[in-house]
């Protein structure tokens, strides 16, 4: 097995070969830290979003609804959520390649490196005083960790580095056509995060709905942040996807709650059948400005164990924030009995746990658990194969059907088994090259499926099925394949 940087190119080089996703505006040499997803690449990610939806919303235990704001919103919006103050990263230049870093991830990669080389002690200990300083904003303590341990740039592989700043990474366009002289009163900002788009739209929801508290609204979809260390692929992107649900109950409830969205969360990887001992909860030392709580849910990705997604206790300091900047209550009425004082809980401003996944992230995540080299060598030939092993619901294209050869009227019968199958899941149709290659490159695209049709299909209306992981074929009645595929991604 390769090593896992290896591994990880390999995988990046495989979307691209096969039409996964490409660099962005590629032909232009691309855009850092963006990227396209290609014609494969773009069923994966909606068959993401579609099992996400479906099991937050339609299929979940909770009262939760869905909706689909802008990207673009009222600029005090930002304000009111802390984030044109506070949405900030401390950064650190190197004097001599003019290079930027986020100052935890320098750190974070010096100690990668250490623990590597064997020094295990050293690096756990540059963590830990990372974390308390950083708990600290105590940025001259953060620089002095540098420079104790001689943390060099990668580029010039000098110690000459600025002061440390914060820098925000929100990105910001004109609205409309008019620029005022001081360029601001059109200052629009891309929303870097589409939680806010959610807490806007509480009452909306709340009152259109007539939903009773505790109740989510859910949202996918795009944000923006001008992220200073954009690499590793579609982990770390300025224009990004989320998946998040903000659920709003009663003050006083969010342990509960809590405890409970983190297990359910966990729950919704491992039903996708990715394996538990890929996944890890990592605390956060320092809350965000708006957390009493906050957890990340880790996966082991090639590039070890990183963010995936984040269970945030958010209390009520989003709603609060809006009603105080827009002058608009933010209250809910509930009129259930409280045990205590035998009187209706009354009026109050909802506290919030939310759940939030990166799409993208959730797709590297499926990627690279998927991904697959096999060696398949006898003691005749040398062989081997790259596989997708994607669970069958996710996979883009879900069943490939094969005549065995371009005539004989066998297209014929492969284009009715494909027109009585297409409504309900995607098909593939395929009659160039040899069955072997074809297997393969349905492999590479990680198809559960084959289909082959051959003559003794025009006698007794039988195909071979063939499975991807087991590599296994088996003869069966044409009017069982349907149900063999539906039954696979149900
Ligand atoms: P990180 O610490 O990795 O920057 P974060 O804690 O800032 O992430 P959140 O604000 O909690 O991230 O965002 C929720 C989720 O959105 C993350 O768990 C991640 O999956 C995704 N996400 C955040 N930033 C990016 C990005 N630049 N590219 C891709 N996905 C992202």
Redesign the pocket.
């Known amino acids: 097995m390769a090593n896992d940087t290896n591994r990880f190119q390999a995988i990046i080089s495989h979307c691209k070969e096969y039409g996964f996703i490409f660099p962005s505006s590629e032909i232009y040499d691309g855009l850092q830290?963006v990227y396209d997803y290609g014609q494969m690449g773009a069923e994966l990610k909606k068959n993401i979003k579609d099992y996400w939806w479906k099991s937050m919303t339609q299929l979940s235990d909770e009262n939760i609804v869905g909706i689909d704001a802008a990207i673009f919103m009222h600029p005090t919006t930002w304000k009111a959520s802390g984030h044109v103050d506070n949405f900030n990263?401390p950064m650190i230049d190197n004097k001599d390649s003019k290079k930027r870093y986020r100052v935890?991830h320098l750190i974070e990669g010096f100690a990668e490196e250490q623990s590597a080389t064997g020094n295990e002690q050293l690096a756990k200990d540059t963590l830990t005083a990372m974390d308390a300083l950083i708990a600290k904003d105590d940025f001259a303590g953060l620089k002095k960790l540098i420079e104790d341990n001689k943390i060099k740039c990668a580029i010039s592989g000098t110690c000459n580095w600025t002061d440390i700043r914060q820098f925000n990474l929100m990105f910001s366009t004109e609205f409309g056509n008019t620029v005022s002289s001081d360029g601001e009163d059109n200052k629009i900002y891309l929303r870097?995060?589409t939680a806010q788009g959610i807490f806007v739209n509480f009452l909306n929801v709340q009152k259109t709905g007539r939903m009773k508290i505790p109740f989510g609204i859910a949202q996918i979809g795009k944000?923006f942040?001008n992220?200073i260390v954009?690499r590793q692929f579609?982990?770390?992107?300025?224009?990004?996807?989320?998946m998040?649900m903000q659920f709003f109950i009663r003050p006083g409830t969010q342990k509960e709650w809590y405890e409970k969205w983190k297990s359910t969360r966990l729950d919704w990887h491992k039903s996708l059948g990715m394996p538990a001992d890929k996944y890890k909860f990592h605390n956060h030392v320092k809350l965000?400005h708006y957390a009493d709580a906050?957890c990340?849910?880790e996966f082991e990705f090639p590039i070890g164990f990183?963010?995936?997604?984040?269970i945030?206790s958010r209390t009520d300091f989003d709603l609060k924030q809006h009603q105080e900047y827009s002058k608009k209550k933010m209250q809910y009425f509930d009129n259930d009995v409280d045990p205590e004082t035998g009187k209706p809980f009354g009026n109050y401003i909802p506290y919030v746990i939310e759940t939030?996944?990166?799409?993208?992230?959730?797709f590297l995540a499926v990627m690279s658990q998927a991904y697959t080299e096999e060696d398949l060598s006898t003691e005749e030939k040398k062989d081997e194969r790259v596989v997708l092993k994607f669970p069958a619901k996710l996979a883009p294209i879900k069943m490939a059907v094969l005549p065995l050869t371009k005539k004989d009227g066998l297209p014929e019968i492969a284009e009715k088994i494909i027109a009585d199958c297409k409504s309900q899941f995607r098909c593939f149709y395929e009659e160039k090259d040899s069955i072997g290659k074809r297997y393969r490159r349905m492999d590479a695209l990680g198809t559960p499926f084959c289909v082959t049709v051959d003559h003794q299909s025009k006698e007794d209306n039988t195909v071979t099925i063939r499975h991807r992981d087991s590599m296994e074929q088996e003869r069966i009645p044409i009017d069982k394949l349907k149900e063999i595929v539906l039954n696979a991604i149900a």
């Open positions: 830290a990263d935890d870097p995060e944000a942040r992220e954009a579609v982990f770390r992107m300025r224009e990004f996807e989320q998040e965000a906050a990340d849910i990183k963010e995936l997604e984040g945030h939030s996944i990166g799409l993208d992230r959730m």
